[in-house]
């Protein structure tokens, strides 16, 4: 690259547990802009979980987190003709934002009334190992484990 790389941007911690991967998930979780609303949610679905398990709201939806965070993935490689899928290890920031990701991903496609509730029983989910996030992490060091002889062939 010709150019220097662009500077990280401090993240601020959010208002109420002051902690910016707090605010990395809501930055996730927003649509449009609307930060606010991104955090209300965010909230709501801890209070429920709050409700719902005897620890606290926060530190399970970070061991939610953790459970649904991958730690390899299997990137496509054209090798004279052949399409391999190779798996590689995930560099922590990234690792980060997939499960995220992921964990926003299936709380929207959930059936419940309101995005708090969705996204606290994919919370709890999580928490608890099951859900469609886990199994999307799953699924995903399944596919790394069954191509492990292609991965000579890194990059």
Do not use: C
């Not at 801890?46 to 005897?54: A, T, W």
Request: hydrophobic residues 40%.
């Amino acid at each position: 690259m010709r150019k220097t790389k662009p500077k990280k941007r401090i993240i601020l911690p959010d208002p109420r547990f002051n902690d910016p991967l707090v605010t990395k998930f809501v930055n996730n979780l927003m649509l449009e802009g609307k930060k606010t609303l991104a955090y209300s949610i965010f909230y709501g679905a801890i209070d429920i979980v709050d409700n719902k398990v005897e620890e606290e709201g926060l530190e399970v939806w970070k061991k939610a987190l953790i459970n649904v965070t991958p730690s390899v993935e299997v990137r496509s490689r054209r090798v004279g003709g052949a399409t391999f899928q190779i798996p590689s290890e995930i560099r922590p920031s990234r690792k980060q934002s997939i499960g995220m990701k992921n964990l926003i991903a299936f709380a929207r496609k959930r059936h419940e009334k309101t995005m708090a509730q969705k996204l606290a029983s994919e919370i709890l989910a999580a928490y608890k190992e099951e859900g469609g996030a886990f199994k999307r992490k799953e699924d995903t060091h399944r596919m790394a484990e069954a191509n492990k002889a292609f991965s000579h062939f890194r990059f």
